[in-house]
């Protein structure tokens, strides 16, 4: 009888459900060996339901943080985002007053093969990440952290937090908010920083240690209600490695601020059209990702930036609207002569701001000349 490789077997059971991989441990030792490690390389704690007891949780904790077990996980996601509904601040650093939190804070550094590691607080908590552990897992590709605010106290290099990409995110907005230097920057790439209370400031993760230069992410999306020139001009400036920057937020405070001592290697950058006048000059960027927008308020960023021809991909979204009333692309092209690569994004409704005598007079074939009349405005397209 032909024999299966382990191998083979650990390709099979890699597809296989969780519950049903149970079973498949209990078959014999040879089945034991090869499926235990899949069984345990992603687990999740939570902690939001209220059904198991203290002593469950802690039955729980004990085994997966053991010395046979804890080795083996690979992604642990940790839920304490409805724990208790918390309604008040709370701080989450050395004295937690929930045993639960307190056992779980306790039982990270314990899994110290971890990949992927995801941990939601609840929206009111202040967390102290600087005592959470997480200096131990030396092998992190993947951190999210999900709190109401987040700090840190000062650490000594050798006590940093070390991930490949880290999340960042938060739903207050008058709490602290400190964190980056707790983190080693120096071999993360992706940085993704989310600032979910509209009322949060952007950049007052930032203000800070504002001499310290942020050397490592070559890539910064920063996710929050409102940003201005000066914010955008200070994440430019305090992240000089970064060459792909992702800003999700309505600008305000359009005041100009002076670029000429702000040089960045920026090769793609993706928001807000109003941004664009302060991007361009003090960069080199060839790509753009813009947010919805109309095309005469894309032509009026452009144009304030001046001629660039470094641009060569572009990738604009336009309504339906924008699309049949833009009569005028090509004076857009003038301002970037040498976009190869042009990516033309269309929702599929109308406009609820559109009128009635608009959607009823645009036919096809309209419509089609309206696009026609885009993507033939740029000379040197070749991809569309």
């Known amino acids: ?94 004295h937690l007053f929930d045993p639960r939190v307190q056992m779980i804070v306790r039982a990270i550094p314990c899994f110290r093969n971890l990949c992927i590691l995801t941990c939601v607080f609840p929206g009111t908590s202040e967390v102290d990440l600087s005592r959470l552990g997480l200096s131990a897992l030396k092998n992190l590709d993947e951190l999210t952290i999900t709190a109401g605010s987040l700090f840190c106290t000062e650490v000594p290099h050798a006590m940093k937090i070390r991930a490949k990409s880290a999340s960042i995110i938060s739903f207050g907005a008058h709490g ?104 361009l000059p ?20 452009v144009c304030t930036a001046g001629y660039t021809p470094s641009v060569t991909t572009l990738h604009i979204t336009l309504s339906l609207t924008h699309v049949y009333e833009w009569t005028a692309p090509h004076e857009l092209f003038a301002f970037l002569p040498c976009v190869t690569s042009l990516q033309l994004t269309i929702p599929s409704r109308w406009d609820t701001r559109t009128p009635a005598v608009l959607v009823h007079t645009v036919t096809p074939n309209t419509f089609m000349q309206a696009l026609v009349r885009i993507f033939c405005a740029p000379q040197a397209l070749r991809t569309l």
């Open 1 to 94: 009888m032909l024999e299966i490789p382990s191998e083979l077997w650990v390709e099979i059971f890699q597809h296989i459900p969780r519950r049903s991989l149970a079973s498949v441990n209990s078959v014999s030792s040879h089945f034991r060996d090869i499926s235990h490690p899949l069984l345990f390389k992603e687990v999740n704690v939570n902690a939001d339901n209220t059904k198991p007891s203290t002593e469950n949780l802690s039955a729980r904790l004990f085994f997966l943080s053991s010395d046979e077990t804890a080795p083996l996980v690979r992604h642990l996601k940790i839920s304490m985002a409805l724990l208790l509904n918390w309604t008040d601040p709370i701080e989450i650093s050395s």
């Open 176 to 279: 602290r908010l400190r964190f980056l230097p707790v983190l080693d920057l120096s071999g993360m790439r992706p940085l993704r920083v989310a600032l979910l209370d509209k009322e949060s400031l952007s950049t007052r993760w930032l203000r800070d240690d504002v001499d310290l230069m942020y050397n490592g992410p070559h890539k910064l999306s920063l996710i929050c209600g409102a940003i201005s020139f000066a914010e955008t001009h200070r994440v430019l400036a305090r992240f000089p490695s970064v060459r792909i920057l992702y800003i999700g937020a309505e600008v305000h405070h359009l005041a100009h601020v002076p670029t000429d001592h702000l040089t960045s290697p920026l090769e793609s950058f993706g928001g807000p059209s109003e941004l664009l006048p302060l991007v």
């Open 282 to 301: 003090a960069t080199g960027c060839s790509t753009l990702r813009i947010q919805p927008c109309s095309g005469e308020a894309l032509l009026q960023a």
